[in-house]
């Protein structure tokens, strides 16, 4: 069983810094790509940032030059360090990982297994 453990949300001020953090838990599962996702009271799910082969990164324009997304291969764990927030950065941070996964239990080998996290709060005032 394959999950993704979020930390890092909570409440700041607009103008100030939050990290989040998802680290994959589970055993063979191989990531080819992580990344950020986010979804507004009201509003779809969107794109925020992803990391694919450790080093392709991809921004959604409304966060470029302000958030950074980063990866550390060895613990399975990216990041998403957000600096100069905004009060319509305001929404529930998902975590997403994409990659292959063999379980020893059943001997199944799934090439494009998804992973999604429950979600962290990310609450930026005015």
């Known amino acids: 069983q394959v999950q993704l453990v979020e930390s890092g949300g909570g409440l700041v001020q607009a103008g100030g810094s939050l990290r989040l953090s998802c680290s994959a838990s589970?055993?063979?599962?191989?990531?080819?790509?992580m990344g950020w996702y986010r979804q507004a009271p009201g509003k779809q799910r969107e794109l925020v940032a992803t990391?694919?082969?450790?080093?392709?990164?991809n921004y959604a324009d409304s966060v470029k030059g302000r958030f950074t997304i980063s990866i550390d291969n060895a613990k399975n764990t990216v990041y998403l360090q957000m600096n100069s927030l905004k009060p319509e950065d305001t929404a529930v941070y998902y975590c997403?990982?994409?990659?292959?996964?063999?379980?020893?239990?059943?001997?199944?080998?799934?090439?494009?297994?998804?992973?999604w996290g429950q979600g962290t709060l990310v609450t930026v005032s005015s």
């Open positions: 997403n990982a994409r990659g292959s996964h063999y379980s020893d239990s059943t001997g199944i080998f799934d090439r494009n297994l998804e992973v």
């Open positions: 589970g055993s063979g599962f191989s990531p080819d790509t």
């Open positions: 990391i694919a082969g450790g080093v392709t990164t």
